[in-house]
């Protein structure tokens, strides 16, 4: 069964040009979202992947209908070839994606490729900046809460016989 998947951004745009172009690729049943691509909720995209069966096709206009970014397109579409679904685009920069053929999962596997480069140059320049930060004097994690005017209250006040308990949450630490 060859199922489509549209969207538009807002309220105000029109899906009308997706899914005539989904009929016209033979799609027998559509889900349609007015959603921004960012949003991780899409009920009908949820709906559209839990409705779909091994065999099955999901066809989408152009590639960013689908995906929040590359990651999230990538993770999408390789969970649909482990269930033995395929992935088609039909327009613009992806539409020599279709996973049901040779040259399609090549062009869909350069593209995972990218989504992993990608991920590791952004890890990259995290720890970059994480280090850099460091070397800065840049303290990282929540705030300490105890102060050594704190740990001297606390170590009299033991000694005088409270109860490390009581001297902790009486210091709210």
């Known amino acids: 069964m060859i199922i489509g998947y549209s969207r538009v951004s807002t309220k105000d745009q029109h899906l ?3 899914n005539s172009a989904l009929i016209a690729s033979g799609c027998e049943r559509i ?4 959603s921004s691509g960012s949003k991780t909720d899409r009920p ?3 709906k559209c992947l839990q409705f779909l ?3 099955d096709v999901l066809h989408v206009w152009k590639l960013d209908r689908l995906g929040r970014n590359l990651r999230h397109l990538v993770n999408i ?7 033995g679904i395929g992935f088609k685009v039909l327009t613009g920069h992806g539409a020599a994606i279709d996973t049901t053929t040779a040259p399609g999962k090549l062009v869909f596997g350069i593209f995972a490729a990218l989504a992993e480069f990608e991920r590791e140059l952004i890890r990259e320049r995290v720890n970059a900046g994480i280090a850099a930060a460091k070397a800065k004097g840049v303290r990282f994690g929540p705030p300490t809460k105890i102060t050594p005017e ?3 209250k606390a170590r009299l006040e033991i000694t005088q016989g409270r109860s490390v308990r009581h ?3 009486e210091l709210g630490v």
């Open 77 to 83: 579409v390789h969970d649909l070839d482990d269930l």
């Open 16 to 18: 009308e040009l997706q």
């Open 150 to 152: 704190l740990i001297e």
């Open 167 to 169: 001297v902790a949450t």
């Open 53 to 55: 069966q091994p065999g």
């Open 31 to 34: 889900f349609s979202d007015k």
């Open 44 to 46: 009908e995209l949820n």
